[in-house]
């Protein structure tokens, strides 16, 4: 049977494309980690920099994108969040909400440099906040608020319609009906979500290149309007313009793996979580 | 008609206040980088952008011909969507149709993992490893080319692509299949002929984000297409996309300069091409979902 | 079509019309329910006596492109009349729903949700309540020792119960009922009958049902809609033995429907 033959063959074949990109993505990440781990030793994660970069620790870096990653969260989860409950519980079809739905397509498809553009116009030169965390931080809001606001929705239509009737047919009003019956049960969905767009924002190079990042910066910041280092920032500098290149390949690999593990990680956690969270709300 | 308590208006009002921050913010984008863009139309002129070369710092006559970026952009996009269509789509398909369910519970995370790595470091591994690669493969004088950076854009694309087509192809109606089937077509005949073709449009509609994707791309293609800024259509030379032109020339350029404003424009070319790509592909999916309700 | 009412008017409905957008559900619909009967809302699917069941506590006024036209009296007083204040109307009227749909919360904490938003917040006083509620509801006795248990480990005929109990925590005169034993079974099907008989004497109870049998066995006055129209309406032993009209007849002797 010939033909049998042939479909087993193609099977192996479109197995063998799947498996090759799997395959693609763990070579990567065992590549960062068998030359990152040398590097990493107590002093590279809480030193500072020295001599350019090319020793030392990288502990403003880290420090840097903890800070611009906060800012992001505090300025986007709330606005995020309350825009998927209007556009979940309130919005009615009709023009604003067909705008709406058009400007979070449109700024989901934003490239990264674009808004970095941007954060440069508005908050570095226009509001004045200059190359600042302040800066770097809203910048980043507005790039991971459609990732926050998708999911959040998605969150909140998980709840199923039952409930909101049972709440308001006891004569509860529409934003208590929300509050008591709703929102309890789609907070873990929503920060889950929120927590993917943190990853995001901690890995993003292109936004904060020209609105906050910082090369050599041996000291941490003391307030939102100071310039700081930033993991991402980090690499790409020692790996494409730090005068000798070869002799900083270990402390480039050193901060891609940290940079790798801390991203991963923060989207490990919030995909456990999510699965755990569904498992506890069965309807 | 509902009399409604104080409370549940002032919250309305609240929540629909932050939903208009999205539209705030695009018009806000738009508006600044026409800004700071604007000028330029003035003096040196909107003609300029159409010049050959780009060459913005020269003590002759600087060039701000968008040409070479642009073409740089389209071949490293056209490259990496060679690339990624193939397996993305190879991909999803067997996710979908061939692969047993534990498997598919433990790929899907996995290639959905790619998607997470910052492009930073998929340029740094670029940087290192795939461009050495690429030179001695190829023989060449230097693997920061056009190929390197497609091959990396590629990686990057596929997980869009894959997730995408892959609902598309589950929401094709299991009626379909078991009709072919039941014809005594075999499994291989019903995913070609019958599923994929009606899965088509979701599948397009991922390709064309994987691709908005691929254009907007900055970092990794910074580090490993060499940044020469020449008209080409070979794979093995080096490129400048137009993401790498803002990102690598900014830090560098004098406020107000003309070569700052150009930066500018290049700025909206790119935006109003990944917008024009995405709706496209939004409005493509949307005719999709509706056909399949 | 006016109801040979013992005592007085509860629900009485003037040319009801109602639209969901272009589409015409209810076609000028008059009826006098009188207080403290069980009227039951027969017809076929489709035919609008789940929508005229919810025109009465106005919950389709969540549906986008509802629209009503004509009066719905409860008490004496329009409920669509501008200012109503829909929260105490349905303080008043309460509902129960075809598929029993708890809150994921515990057994006390569904009941009492209903008197805490309404200002109840003292834990004795919610505890009388819920005790009450339950017991009305016939159902205290199986859950008394296990009121903080998630209500959704009861079984289908307990969590129905459960949402009656919730329903009659917030103290209405109104309870409407739609379809509520279509999703049990017969045993917990009878229960809740016995339980409409003996809620009867202190509330007004308007009960959808496609189950005839179950329209004669437990109401006072049956209401027979046919594609958006009340065909009839008068005491239930007159329209099971002595229809009036000819599609009445029709419906009950089972020739359609």
């Known amino acids: 049977m010939s033909k049998a033959r042939t479909e087993r063959a193609f099977f192996w074949l479109m197995r063998g494309a799947t498996y090759f990109i799997v395959l693609a993505i763990a070579y990567i990440i065992l590549d960062i980690v068998r030359h990152g781990l040398p590097a990493i030793s107590w002093r590279f994660l809480t030193g500072f920099p020295q001599k350019s970069g090319a020793e030392g620790g990288i ?18 989860l709330p606005v995020g969040m309350a825009s998927a409950i209007y556009l979940s519980e309130y919005a009615r079809q009709g023009a604003f909400v067909r705008t709406l739905r058009l400007a979070i397509v449109t700024l989901a498809g934003v490239p990264s440099i674009v808004f970095g553009l941007f954060g440069l116009g508005l908050f570095v030169l226009f509001l004045g906040f200059g190359a600042s965390i302040l800066s770097g931080s809203l910048t980043l809001a507005c790039m991971i608020l459609p990732t926050i606001i998708v999911s959040s929705e998605e969150a909140l239509r998980a709840v199923p319609q039952s409930l909101r009737e049972g709440s308001l047919a006891l004569g509860a009003t529409k934003w208590q009906t929300i509050y008591e019956n709703v929102l309890p049960y789609s907070l873990p969905g929503m920060l889950t979500g929120s927590i993917l767009g943190v990853g995001r924002a901690a890995g993003e190079t292109a936004p904060i290149l020209l609105t906050v990042a910082a090369f050599f910066l041996p000291k941490l910041p003391r307030s939102v309007f100071d310039q700081v280092m930033a993991l991402p920032y980090h690499l790409y500098i020692l790996a494409t313009q730090h005068p000798d290149v070869e002799k900083v390949r270990p402390m480039q690999y050193g901060t891609a793996l940290v940079l790798l593990v801390l991203v991963l990680g923060v989207s490990l956690g919030a995909i456990v979580l999510r699965s755990h969270f569904r498992r506890k709300y069965r309807w | ?57 020269s003590f002759q006559k600087e060039s701000f011909g968008l040409l070479p970026l642009v073409t740089g952009s389209l071949l490293v996009t056209a490259l990496a969507t060679a690339v990624a269509v193939p397996f993305g789509v190879i991909g999803a398909i067997y996710l979908s149709e061939v692969a047993a369910t534990a498997e598919r519970e433990l790929l899907k995370p996995f290639i959905e993992l790619l998607a997470g790595i910052p492009s930073v470091v998929i340029g740094f591994f670029g940087l290192v490893v795939l461009a050495p690669w690429v030179k001695a493969v190829f023989h060449l004088a230097t693997g920061l080319t056009a190929l390197t950076g497609a091959l990396l854009l590629a990686l990057m694309a596929i997980p869009t692509i894959i997730s995408i087509s892959e609902d598309a192809i589950r929401a094709v109606p299991m009626s379909y299949k078991e009709a072919s089937l039941a014809l005594g077509a075999s499994p291989l005949q019903t995913i070609w002929r019958i599923t994929v073709p009606a899965a088509l449009p979701g599948i397009i509609a991922a390709v064309m984000l994987g691709m908005g994707r691929v254009i907007g791309e900055t970092m990794a293609v910074m580090m490993v297409t060499g940044n020469a800024a020449i008209v080409t259509f070979s794979p093995f030379e080096s490129v400048r996309t137009m993401t790498a032109t803002i990102a690598a020339e900014m830090g560098e350029v004098p406020f107000g300069s003309d070569h700052y404003r150009a930066l500018f424009w290049v700025g909206i070319v790119l935006l109003l091409a990944t917008f024009a790509i995405n709706l496209v592909a939004q409005k493509v999916l949307k005719r999709y979902r509706l056909a399949h309700e | 079509m006016t109801a040979n009412s013992p005592s007085e008017v509860k629900i009485e409905v003037e040319g009801l019309n109602f639209f969901y957008g272009p589409v015409q559900a209810l076609f000028d619909v008059a009826m006098r329910i009188p207080a403290r009967q069980v009227t039951a809302l027969i017809g076929p699917s489709g035919c609008g006596k789940s929508t005229f069941l919810r025109t009465v506590n106005r919950m389709n006024d969540i549906i986008p492109g509802a629209r009503i036209e004509g009066k719905v009296l409860i008490d004496g007083r329009d409920i669509y009349a501008n200012g109503t204040d829909v929260v105490t109307l349905r303080k008043k009227v309460g509902m129960v729903f075809q598929k029993s749909n708890p809150f994921p919360k515990s057994v006390f904490e569904n009941v009492a949700y209903g008197p805490r938003i309404h200002g109840a917040a003292a ?27 998630s209500a959704l480990d009861l079984s289908g005929g307990q969590q129905q119960r459960l949402c009656i109990a919730r329903a009659l925590a917030i103290g209405p005169e109104i309870l409407l009922m739609d379809e509520p034993a279509s999703a049990l079974d017969p045993r917990s099907t009878a229960r809740i009958e016995d339980l409409i008989g003996e809620l009867r004497r202190d509330y007004t109870i308007v009960i959808v049902t496609h189950n005839m049998q179950q329209a004669a066995r437990v109401s006072d006055f049956t209401a027979f809609f046919y594609e958006g129209q009340l065909i009839e309406f008068g005491r239930t032993k007159q329209i099971f033995t002595m229809p009036r009209e000819k599609q009445t007849e029709d419906y009950i002797t089972g020739r359609f429907g």
């Open chain 1, 59 to 76: 502990l403003p870096a880290i420090v840097g994108t903890s800070c611009l990653v906060i800012g992001a969260i505090v300025a986007a």
């Open chain 2, 1 to 57: 008609m509902i009399a409604a308590h104080w409370k549940d208006n002032v919250v309305r009002w609240i929540l629909l206040a932050a939903a208009s921050t999205s539209i705030v913010v695009v018009i806000l984008i738009f508006l600044f980088l026409i800004k700071e863009a604007a000028p330029f139309a003035h003096h040196p002129g909107l003609r300029e952008l159409f010049a050959r070369r780009w060459n913005p710092v």
């Open chain 3, 123 to 149: 834990r004795p006083a919610l505890a009388e309540i819920v005790e009450r509620s339950l017991r009305r509801a016939g159902l205290w006795d199986e859950v008394k020792d296990r009121l903080d248990a």
